[in-house]
């Protein structure tokens, strides 16, 4: 156990951490790819000890999550803990048009499933009245996340497109 209680970005990363592990296949993979043992990858994950990976050990990790919801955890934490960033793999096709569609009705989804939660949250009948609980706050900052990241990626087409980037259709 650590000497002192971690601080609420200390807890997230540690979660982030667990959840990169849990999406890359468990404990076992992570400590074949990493070298880690268990009992470190473990305490990484514990929101008790203030063990971390490394960079490279990251790096490793989340590589192992490319393609998957969620992907990459750790860096997506990491990136809103220093200032609020929003972490956005870059599109295959900056330019395209079906991105374009697809990248505005991601927005629309994300914003539509932010405004329900929000409701949902603010209804009289739900877990704390019309105050909005912390469970329900963090299912409503993932979806504003994913609005940010949704946005972001739109925004990158459009700015290639109106820098003279080709656009196909």
Do not use: Y
């Amino acid at each position: 156990m650590s000497d002192r209680a971690l601080s609420a970005d200390e807890q997230a990363l540690a979660a982030a951490t667990k959840r990169a592990i849990q999406s890359a296949g468990g404990l076992d993979i992570a400590c074949r790819e990493t070298g880690l043992s268990d009992t470190q990858l473990s305490r990484c994950c514990s929101p008790n000890h203030r063990d971390s990976l490394t960079i490279r050990d990251v790096a490793t990790i989340e590589g192992l999550n490319h393609g998957r919801d969620g992907h990459p955890h750790i860096l997506h934490t990491l990136a809103r803990i220093i200032g609020g960033h929003v972490v956005v793999q870059i599109p295959e096709l900056l330019g395209d048009g079906a991105g374009l569609v697809q990248s505005t009705l991601d927005i629309a989804t994300e914003l539509g499933g932010l405004s329900r939660s929000i409701s949902d949250a603010m209804l009289e009948s739900s877990t704390a009245g019309e105050e909005v609980t912390a469970g329900e706050a963090s299912v409503a900052l993932e979806h504003l996340n994913k609005l940010d990241q949704a946005s972001a990626r739109l925004r990158m087409r459009l700015k290639h497109i109106a820098e003279g980037g080709q656009q196909r259709e």
